[in-house]
């Protein structure tokens, strides 16, 4: 059975699962709730001098037939009073002391930080994490993402923290920046213990046609939110991947963005995370998830030979490479499993308007047919193929070449004139311009593809 317990920046939890400073962790009640489902730790909703919230608060973003895989809120920090949350920190930690919990804070004088932090840590909190995320509301007073986005700010803030801090800091980044590092290198220049990251993306999740205003609307009006959810986990994988790889930052990541399941909380972990926050998928689900996150976090290390969290940590850093150090010769072709085919032809339209004219279709069938001299192996038809495994990715090159992007430099073989020879496109096949109006499809094409009544008709093989 593997270990699932975490030891991050020196804060203990039975698992690597914490739940993100949101709405989940607003109270005594819930945190205990949580924990007592399951959860390793809680970032309780940020403390400060408590707000005052409109309604309503949040947006989503449905696509299809699923719900909220976006969410949007503009909403503040806590709006209790500080005396309560504290009593209840204080109340949780004693029932869970085995539980992480940590006091998320944003104030706004170096006296007011000493305060907060003093009053936290006599209340039990496991360490702090200083909201320096927040995209709407706070930040208009100077707060939240104000401070994140500056990273003197932000360090000289840290700085004040580390004065009086006995626990571990955590800095939370905000994601509303050009270059995550470079607040990740002001926390760790000003003595932060870790960093989280992402906090919610500045956006506008959409417009009521009618009332012409941005959800969510707020008696007739709106403004922009803060945008989290599975929508957002590529961009939070990112970041946690530049932070990982900075050689500078060398700090424990506590991952957050997107994260509704065991597998995508592992993404996050290969990238570099430590252990890892969850809100959206905590809103909407329950705490309930919880379960089956532990569950399959702990089959997947058996599987694969993991014994502790630490282990897995950065484990796919060392394969994400810059652009220019991939291998040139590697290639794939696409290949359609017939069998598996349900005919829908979805690939064939994707590749003859989106991509290389690749595909052809074929009489007395609706199984398209991979034209593979065309193919240039760019994924698209496997990504919109509706049928799991049908479309597959072949490797076409032997294996023996390896030529880089940097190395193509080094010798001087890149093309260097507008009409270069050497250009990638000259080495795939691509149809004449006339080729696309109606008598003029009729004519033979270059390649194994010709064309005949409107469509590319593939070979026979
Ligand atoms: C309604 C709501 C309120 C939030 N309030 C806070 C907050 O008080 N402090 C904070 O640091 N982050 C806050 N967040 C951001 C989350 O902690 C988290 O960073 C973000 O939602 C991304 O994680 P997710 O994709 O799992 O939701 C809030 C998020 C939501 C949706
Ligand atoms: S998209 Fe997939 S299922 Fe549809 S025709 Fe192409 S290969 Fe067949
Ligand atoms: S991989 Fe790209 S080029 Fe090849 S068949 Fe599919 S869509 Fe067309």
Same mark, same amino acid.
């Given at each position: 059975m593997p270990d699932l317990s975490v030891n991050f920046a020196g804060i203990h939890s039975p698992n690597p699962f914490w739940l993100a400073s949101a709405p989940p962790t607003n109270?005594?009640?819930?945190?205990?709730?949580?924990?007592?489902?399951?959860?390793?730790?809680?970032?309780w909703k940020t403390l400060g001098v408590p707000v005052v919230n409109v309604s309503s608060r949040y947006g989503g973003v449905n696509y299809r037939d699923k719900r909220l895989i976006g969410f949007n809120n503009i909403e503040l920090i806590s709006d209790r009073p500080l005396a309560d949350n504290l009593r209840e920190i204080e109340e949780v930690k004693k029932r869970f002391p085995e539980h992480a919990v940590i006091a998320s804070l944003m104030v706004q004088s170096r006296q007011e930080w000493h305060d907060i932090v003093r009053a936290s840590q006599d209340a039990g909190a496991d360490g702090f994490e200083l909201n320096f995320g927040c995209p709407h509301g706070m930040c208009e007073r100077g707060m939240g993402s104000a401070v994140g986005q500056e990273p003197r700010v932000l360090q000289m803030i840290v700085e004040w923290v580390m004065e009086v801090a006995q626990k571990p800091v955590i800095v939370k980044l905000t994601p509303n920046i050009s270059d995550i590092t470079e607040p990740a290198l002001a926390a760790r220049r000003g003595g932060a213990d870790a960093i989280s990251l992402i906090n919610t993306i500045q956006s506008i999740v959409g417009v009521d046609l009618d009332r012409f205003a941005p959800y969510p609307i707020v008696d007739g009006k709106g403004t922009n939110g803060g945008y989290?959810?599975?929508?957002?986990? *590529?961009?939070?994988?990112?970041?946690?991947?530049?932070?990982?790889?900075? *050689?500078?930052?060398?700090?424990?990541?506590?991952?957050?963005?997107?994260?509704?399941?065991?597998?995508?909380?592992?993404?996050?972990?290969?990238?570099?995370?430590?252990?890892?926050?969850?809100?959206?998928?905590?809103?909407?689900?329950?705490?309930?998830?919880?379960?089956?996150?532990?569950?399959?976090?702990?089959?997947?290390?058996?599987?694969?030979?993991?014994e502790t969290i630490d282990q897995m940590v950065g484990r796919a850093l060392p394969n994400v490479l810059h652009w220019e150090d991939l291998n040139m010769k590697y290639q794939v072709t696409a290949h359609i499993n017939a069998d598996k085919c349900i005919g829908c032809q979805l690939c064939y339209?994707?590749?003859?308007?989106?991509?290389?004219?690749?595909?052809?279709?074929?009489?007395?069938?609706?199984?398209?047919?991979?034209?593979?001299?065309?193919?240039?192996?760019?994924n698209l038809c496997s990504l919109v193929c509706p049928v799991e495994q049908c479309i597959t990715m072949e490797r076409t090159d032997d294996g023996t070449q390896h030529l880089t992007w940097k190395e193509r430099t080094a010798a001087q073989t890149i093309p260097t004139e507008f009409n270069d020879e050497r250009a990638g496109g000259r080495?795939?096949?691509?149809?004449?311009?006339?080729?696309?109006?109606?008598?003029?499809?009729?004519?033979?094409?270059?390649?194994?593809?010709?064309?005949?009544?409107?469509?590319?008709?593939? *070979?026979?093989?």
């Open positions: 109270s005594g009640y819930q945190v205990m709730k949580a924990f007592d489902a399951g959860w390793g730790g809680a970032v989290c959810g599975p929508a957002v986990k *590529p961009i939070a994988l990112n970041m946690v991947k530049n932070c990982a790889q900075h *050689p500078g930052i060398k700090l424990p990541i506590s991952g957050i963005g997107g994260i509704e399941n065991w597998r995508d909380a592992v993404e996050h972990i290969l990238l570099g995370a430590s252990a890892v926050q969850v809100c959206t998928a905590a809103m909407h689900f329950g705490f309930g998830i919880i379960r089956e996150m532990t569950a399959g976090l702990s089959q997947y290390m058996t599987e694969k030979g993991f339209t994707a590749c003859e308007d989106g991509a290389h004219q690749a595909i052809g279709l074929q009489a007395g069938t609706r199984v398209p047919a991979i034209i593979e001299e065309n193919c240039v192996g760019c080495h795939h096949w691509v149809p004449e311009p006339a080729a696309a109006l109606g008598k003029e499809r009729h004519k033979t094409l270059p390649g194994k593809a010709r064309l005949l009544n409107g469509v590319t008709e593939a *070979p026979a093989s």
